[in-house]
C-alpha cells in the first residue's frame, strides 16, 4: 500500500502547495447607513443606485463642456502617465508569470586550450580543442508557492494601478468640470461687474454735476467715487480670473481650448443630470481607489505566501542536450551526441535572521494594506456624507439668496423713487445700489458651489467616463 500512494504522493509535490495565507475582506470601519438629520434632508430608501449612475457623457448636459472633456481624456499628461504606469505593470506581471515555466535556450560555444610542456601528460606541449552545440532547459519546482505566490503579487499590483488610472480618469473629469464651471462664473460676474460699474459711472457723474449747482455735497461725491472704484477693482479681479481660468483648462485639457466649441447652455443646475435620490448601500464599491487599495491589500498577501516559502528547499533542475567534438568538422558526426541533466537543491541552513526578517516585513506590509484600505472607505464615505449634506441645504440656500436679491431690486426701486421725490438723498440709492451688486454676486457664486457639490457627489460615488465611448 506504501509503494501503492507513492505515484500520488509524487503528483501532489509536483503540483505544489501555496503558503499564501487565506484572503479575508476586512469589515467597512464606518457606519452601515448614510448620515441622516436636518442637513440631509431626505434620503429615500437604501435602493442600489450604482447600475443607474449615469456615465459623464449624460450626466453633463453642457455640449461645450463635453467637448472639452473629450478633449482633456485623449490629451490630458497625467492621464497619459497613468496609463504607461498600467502597460508598465502588465509587462511586469508577465515578466513574473514567465518565471512559472521552463526556460529553453540554444546554445554553442568553442573553446581551445593550449597544455604547456609541465602540465601535459605526455611531457610534450598540445593544444586541445573542444566545440559544442545543443538545447539547454532551466526549470524551478515550485513545490512550496514561491513563485506562484510573486506571480500573485505581479498580478494583484496591475489590477491596483489600473484601478488608479480610472480614479485618476475621474479625478480628471471632475477637474475639468469645476474649472469650466468656475470659468463661466467668473464671466458671468464680470459681465455683471461691468454692468454694475457703467450704473455707478453714471451715477458718479450725477452727483458731480449736483455738486457743482450746490445741491449735492462732497459727502456724496466720495460715496459715489468709492463705488467706482471698488467696482473698478472687482473688475480687474474678474478679468484676471477669467484668464486664469483659461490657463486651468488648458493645463487639464494638454491643448488649447477648441475655437469652434459649440454654444454653451445657461450657467444653472439644469447645466448637469442631478445624481439621483436615494441612498444606496452599496455605491461605494465603484470607488476604483477603493478597489485599488484592495488590490495593493491582496499583492501584500500574496507576498507573504512568497516570504513563507523562503524557509523551504528550493528545487531547480537544469539539463542540455545536443552535439560536442574536439573538431568543429565532426560536431555533427555520428556519436557526437552528449547531453547532461543537474538537478540542485538549496536549503536555507544560516541566514543572520534574514528570512525571519523578511516574513515580518510582509505581514507589516499587509497590515499597512489593511489600513489604508479601511482609510479609502471611511474618506470615501465622508465625501459622499458632505456631498449628501450639500444636496440637502443648498436648495434652500438658493432659494434664500434669489429671494434677497428680488428683496434687493425692489429696494433700489424704491429707493431711487424716494430720491426723485426728493424724500431722501443719493447716498440711499448708492446704499441699495450697492448691496443688489453684493447680492447677485453672492448668488452667482452660491450657484456655483451648488453646481461643483454635485459634481463632487458624482465623483464620490464613483461616476467616470464610460470606457466603451472613449
Sequence with gaps: MKFKSLPVFALLMLSGCSLIPDYQQPAAPVQAQWPTGEAYGVQGDQRSIAAAL???RKFFKDPALVRLLDAALENNRDLRIAAKNVESYRALY???RAERFPTLDGEASGNRTRLPDDLSP?????IDSQYQVGLVTAYELDLFGRIRSLSSQALEKYLATEEAQRSVQIALIGDVATTYFLWRTDQALLELTEATLTSYVESLAMIESSAAAGTSSELDVRQARTLVNQAQAQ?????RRIAQNVNALQLLLGSKIPTDLPQNLPLAMSAIEKVPAGLPADLLLNRPDIRSAEHQLMAANANIGAARAAFFPRISLTASAGSASSDLDGLFNSGSDSWSFAPKISVPIFNAGKLRANLDYAELQKDVGVATYEKSIQTAFREVADGLAARGTYGKQLSAQSE??????AYFSLAQQ????GVDSYLTVLDAQRELFSSQQKLLNDQLDQINSEVQLYKALGGGWSVSQN
Design 418 to 421: 424716494r430720491y426723485d421725490q
Design 235 to 239: 473688475q480687474a479681479l474678474y478679468t
Design 94 to 96: 508577465r515578466i513574473q
Design 54 to 56: 449615469p456615465e459623464a
Design 122 to 126: 605526455t611531457g610534450d606541449s598540445r
Design 404 to 409: 434677497l436679491v428680488d428683496n434687493y431690486k
